[in-house]
Nanobody, 122 residues
Framework: QVQLVESGGGLVQAGGSLRLACEAS????????MGWFRQAPGKEREFVAA????????YYADSVKGRFTISREDAKNTVYLQMNSLKPEDTAVYYC???????????????WGQGTQVAVSS
């Protein structure tokens, strides 16, 4: 498994932007598809975005499509989530995850970070 550490969360006003980063340990980063999930209080963890091992294909939840962008920088073992036009409903703990293949279900991802809090005020 790979160890993941997220950063970049914080408090932002509606309409603002944040960029989350997730750094992975080890030399096998290129062998993993990477994903971002989020969990709001009282709700289940949900899929946000994912990127394939090659970086050639990305996937997004309908709720963030057009506002969020996932990217990866293999030289730095890091995956990013650029979040623009943030809304109060984007408030959640955001988790980074790694898996050999992309999936939209949480149970398919074997490695998880500790999460980073994003709060969007109205």
């Amino acid at each position: 498994q790979v160890q993941l550490v997220e950063s970049g969360g914080g408090l932002v006003q509606a309409g603002g932007s944040l960029r989350l980063a997730c750094e992975a340990s080890g030399r096998t980063f290129r062998t993993y598809a990477m994903g971002w999930f989020r969990q709001a209080p009282g709700k289940e963890r949900e899929f946000v975005a994912a990127i394939t091992r090659s970086g050639g294909t990305t996937y997004y939840a309908d709720s963030v499509k057009g506002r969020f962008t996932i990217s990866r920088e293999d030289a730095k073992n890091t995956v990013y989530l650029q979040m623009n036009s943030l809304k109060p409903e984007d408030t959640a703990v955001y988790y980074c995850a790694a898996s050999p293949v992309v999936a939209r279900t949480t149970h398919s991802w074997g490695s998880w970070g500790q999460g980073t809090q994003v709060a969007v005020s109205s």
